[in-house]
């Protein structure tokens, strides 16, 4: 059976299931939430070392100011809320993305949750704020020749927001949508994908639990022939 040390998740459907259900797309992001939280735990039962959420992608600034700003209010009041809770329980947060961009008082919040959860074991739950698989990889690059080093891939890896995180084994994506919309290209080679028809907020535990279970009997030649 295939280990699970990774797992990515583009959390698609929020605004989707906010407008059906409440007339808000920001309702949504905030019931979307609720489903972090569930497979926070799920992760944690089944001994998942690392958890990717795809939180805010630097093109996500195309949408309106209003839910942008609706969106990093209630990431500001999770981290003031959650945090003692995060640490209580032996999470690592750690962000990943162009986080010089972010507002100021969001920017001091995500400081302060990496310091006090930094020595914790149980998992590290990565938060991909402001990033994009493209800029990523530029930003690589030009680290690299900054520091005069060979263009290669142990390099580029080396170079990569995601540096010291194994690849993820599986992504996977809600709201029956196939595309991987500029998240982990390069760390995403030869990770399983799974496509999930309900939008995030409705994403479960049962649903979680079968697409592991898939995964575990998946035959994974990484190129080869077996």
Known sequence: MNPIKHVAIIMDGNGRWGIKNKGSRNSGHRAGLNTVET????????????????????????????EIDFLFNLLQNFLKH???????????????????????????????????????????????????SKSELL???????????????????????TNKITNPDIL?????????????????AYTEIFFEKKLWPDFNKKDFRIILNSFKIIKRNFGSVK
């Open 39 to 66: 497979i926070i735990e799920e992760c944690i039962e089944k001994k998942i070392q690392y958890l990717t959420l795809y939180t805010f992608s630097t093109e996500n600034w195309k949408r309106p100011k209003k």
């Open 172 to 188: 996977i994506r809600t709201g029956n949508t196939k595309r991987l919309s500029n998240f982990m290209l390069w760390q995403m």
């Open 82 to 132: 959650k945090i003692e809770n995060i640490i209580k329980k032996k999470i690592k947060l750690n962000f990943i993305g162009e986080l010089n961009q972010l507002p100021s008082a969001l920017k001091d919040l995500i400081k302060l949750s990496e310091k006090k959860t930094k020595k914790n074991q149980l998992i590290q739950v990565n938060i991909a704020l402001n990033y994009g």
């Open 139 to 161: 930003r690589a690059i030009k680290l690299i020749n900054k520091k005069k080093l060979i263009i290669n891939e142990k390099n580029i890896d080396k170079n990569l927001f």
